[in-house]
């Protein structure tokens, strides 16, 4: 989708990898994820936090997605993976949200933009929504997309960070939930080409 606007306080626009008016998948803005071997980690149960990550790199999480009525959300976290590595990693868009990722490693790096350590602050929510698919009444939701939550950027528009390909939500529909690197790929590439008009 090519424009801006605002939903429940979330600003949206076309940069980054991919946008619609319901969210930004930031975490595919700053940094693209291969995953080296695709086998879930399935024993982690709770998601460890980055300490203190956000003096560090500046995050600043308002959540206000977790008020909204229980069906319209699930609370669900990441599902880990094993060796996650950068592919591509967007600095412009780093500094443009007042997020600073010179203290981190590139391992701590991918282990934060693939779900397996959350970001401080996060609460990390998969999205339930309806609306008509091939002549008839759908009800979908977010079936490999999770939303960590709204960043208040440092001019105070928010944006929603959110992880794209992190796993099965109860919305998958039968899927794994996870993304190949190709289409995220071309993902990123129309996107930065969207916002460079």
Request: charged residues 20%; neutral net charge; aromatic residues 10%.
């Amino acid at each position: 989708m090519v424009g801006s606007g605002s939903c429940f306080g979330a600003e949206w626009k076309p940069f980054g990898v991919f946008v619609q008016p319901r969210f930004i998948l930031l975490a595919y803005f700053i940094g693209l994820i291969v995953i080296s071997n695709l086998e879930s980690v399935y024993k982690v149960i709770s998601k460890p936090i980055m300490e203190n990550d956000k003096s560090k790199i500046g995050w600043n999480f308002k959540n206000t997605y977790v008020n909204l009525p229980d069906i319209i959300l699930t609370r669900i976290s990441p599902v880990p993976v094993k060796e996650p590595s950068i592919v591509i990693f967007n600095e412009e868009l780093s500094k443009e949200l007042g997020l600073d990722f010179t203290s981190l490693n590139k391992n701590s790096i991918a282990e934060l933009f693939c779900g397996n350590v959350l970001p401080e602050g996060s609460d990390p929510i998969a999205q339930a929504y309806a609306g008509h698919q091939f002549g008839q009444f759908t009800i979908l939701g977010d079936g490999r997309a999770i939303v960590l939550g709204e960043h208040v950027k440092p001019n105070n528009n928010k944006v929603d960070i959110q992880y794209k390909g992190s796993g099965q939500t109860p919305y998958s529909r039968g899927a794994d939930g996870r993304a190949a690197l190709g289409p995220m790929l071309r993902e990123y590439v129309i996107s930065e080409a969207m916002h460079a008009l």
